[in-house]
Antibody, heavy 117, light 108 residues
Framework: QVQLVESGGGLVKPGGSLRVSCAASGLTFNDYYMSWIRQAPGKGLEWLSCISGSSGTKSYADSVKGRFSISRDNAKNSLYLQMDSLGAEDAAVYYC??????????WGQGTLVTVSS | EIVLTQSPGTLSLSSGERATLFCRASQSVSNNNLAWYQQKPGQPPRLLISGASSRATGFPDRFSASGSGTDFTLTISRLEPEDFAVYYCQQYGTSPITFGQGTRLEIK
C-alpha cells in the first residue's frame, strides 16, 4: 500500500529555515504530482505547493511564494520542502500528499513545525 | 482563487440521525471537481468523496454526496459513533486547489 512518511519537523526560531522531507513507497513515485499541505493547530487545511512527476511544473500558494521551495528526487522516492524566513504563522503540521492538480488520495501522518524564540 | 465556504461550522447530532453538510464555492467548480475528506483527531484527512459524488473505498453507503456548479452537499444518512469528525470540502477544478474551513460534526 502507499506509504508517505514525513520527517524533518521541529523547533525553529523566527526568521530561520527548515527542510522537511517525505519518503514515499508503494507507488510509482515519478508518476505522481506531489503536494505539501499544512494544518495549523486547531485550524483547517492549507495547500502550499505542488510539483509534477518530472519536476517540470511547480506551483506555490501566495502565502509561501518566494519563501518556500519544493523539490523531489525520484531516484530516492523523496519529496522535499525548503522553508525559509519562517514566522509564527508557519507553525503547523506539514503533510506530504499525492496529487496537486486533483483530489488528494494519499496523505502522510505529518510532521510538526514549531516556530518560536 | 476559489473560496469554499462550509456550513454549518459545527453540527451537533445524535447517533442514528441524518447529517447534511454544505459546501458553497465562490465561483463554479470546473467539471464538478470537488472532494470531501473526513479527519479524526490526530490523524491526517482521509478521502471520502471525489468528483462531487463518487465514494472512496472503505466508506459505507450511508455516506452520499451531490451537487454541481457552486453548491455541494454531503449527507450521512444514519450517524454511527465513528462518523463524528471534521469534514472538509476541496475543489481541484481550478488552480490552486483550495479547501473549505471544515464542518465539525459532534455528538449531541
Amino acid at each position: 500500500q502507499v506509504q508517505l512518511v514525513e520527517s524533518g519537523g521541529g523547533l525553529v526560531k523566527p526568521g530561520g529555515s527548515l527542510r522537511v522531507s517525505c519518503a514515499a513507497s508503494g507507488l510509482t513515485f515519478n508518476d505522481y504530482y506531489m503536494s505539501w499541505i499544512r494544518q495549523a493547530p486547531g485550524k483547517g487545511l492549507e495547500w502550499l505547493s505542488c510539483i509534477s512527476g518530472s519536476s517540470g511544473t511547480k506551483s506555490y500558494a501566495d502565502s509561501v511564494k518566494g519563501r518556500f521551495s519544493i523539490s523531489r528526487d525520484n531516484a530516492k522516492n523523496s519529496l522535499y520542502l525548503q522553508m525559509d524566513s519562517l514566522g509564527a504563522e508557519d507553525a503547523a503540521v506539514y503533510y506530504c500528499a499525492t496529487g496537486g492538480n486533483r483530489y488528494i488520495e494519499h496523505w502522510g501522518q505529518g510532521t510538526l513545525v514549531t516556530v518560536s524564540s | 482563487e476559489i473560496v469554499l465556504t462550509q456550513s454549518p461550522g459545527t453540527l451537533s447530532l445524535s447517533s442514528g440521525e441524518r447529517a447534511t453538510l454544505f459546501c458553497r464555492a465562490s465561483q463554479s467548480v470546473s467539471n464538478n471537481n470537488l472532494a470531501w475528506y473526513q479527519q479524526k483527531p490526530g490523524q491526517p484527512p482521509r478521502l471520502l468523496i471525489s468528483g462531487a459524488s463518487s465514494r472512496a473505498t472503505g466508506f459505507p453507503d450511508r455516506f452520499s454526496a451531490s451537487g454541481s456548479g457552486t453548491d455541494f452537499t454531503l449527507t450521512i444518512s444514519r450517524l454511527e459513533p465513528e462518523d463524528f469528525a471534521v469534514y472538509y470540502c476541496q475543489q481541484y477544478g481550478t488552480s490552486p486547489i483550495t479547501f473549505g474551513q471544515g464542518t465539525r460534526l459532534e455528538i449531541k
